[in-house]
């Protein structure tokens, strides 16, 4: 079990709670797809490539994320690729961000993220909700902390975790 099979449970970011009420069986859907393109996914985390959503649109498994390189991108597209080659039952929206390549090697995303301190009671969630009017958006905060979180349930008072800009605003 990797990274991914711990921390994508569900759909997550702008329009997964929109997804999963207008189509019921849109969490089975995203499990099917989230396995069928599992060693995607992984390579995309291998590349640091920060999620911003992923549910289901439609039929197809959606996916918004920003890649710290062209090169980290295409690994990701040519991993898509050779899982289906129609890429018919999955949609992207990869950008690259070459100023975010070191930020992520470091655990963190641009330079102009807020900072905040974990208090007692916070969630991810809560967290998303103060600073992106959506609890939903809670793993953004997540990938930009990934070198001091392994898992979104499990945050501990006193963390400083960085707070990505609302590119969404």
Same mark, same amino acid.
Do not use: C
């Given at each position: ?12 970011? $702008? ?22 393109? $599992? ?23 959606f ?17 898509? $690729? ?16 070459s100023? $975010? ?7 963190g ?9 974990v ?8 967290i ?12 953004r ?29």
């Amino acid at each position: 079990m990797g990274l991914f099979d711990s921390v994508i449970k569900g759909m997550f970011g $702008r329009g997964a709670a929109a997804a999963t009420k207008a189509q019921p069986d849109a969490p089975q859907r995203f499990d099917q797809l989230k396995e069928k393109y $599992r060693s995607a996914l992984e390579a995309a985390d291998q590349e640091q490539i920060q999620f911003y959503n992923m549910h289901m649109d439609g039929d197809k498994l959606f996916v918004k994320a920003v890649a710290p390189s062209e090169q980290a991108r295409d690994r990701f597209w040519s991993e898509i $690729r050779q899982i289906n080659p129609n890429e018919d039952d999955i949609s992207t929206e990869i950008t690259v961000d070459s100023g $975010r390549s070191q930020a992520a090697t470091a655990g963190g995303g641009s330079q102009s993220m807020e900072t905040y301190t974990v208090k007692s009671g916070d969630t991810l969630s809560k967290i998303s909700q103060q600073y992106y009017g959506d609890s939903d958006e809670y793993m953004r905060i997540f990938y930009a902390n990934r070198d001091q979180l392994n898992d979104p349930d499990k945050i501990k008072v006193g963390q400083q975790l960085a707070i990505p800009p609302d590119d969404n605003a």
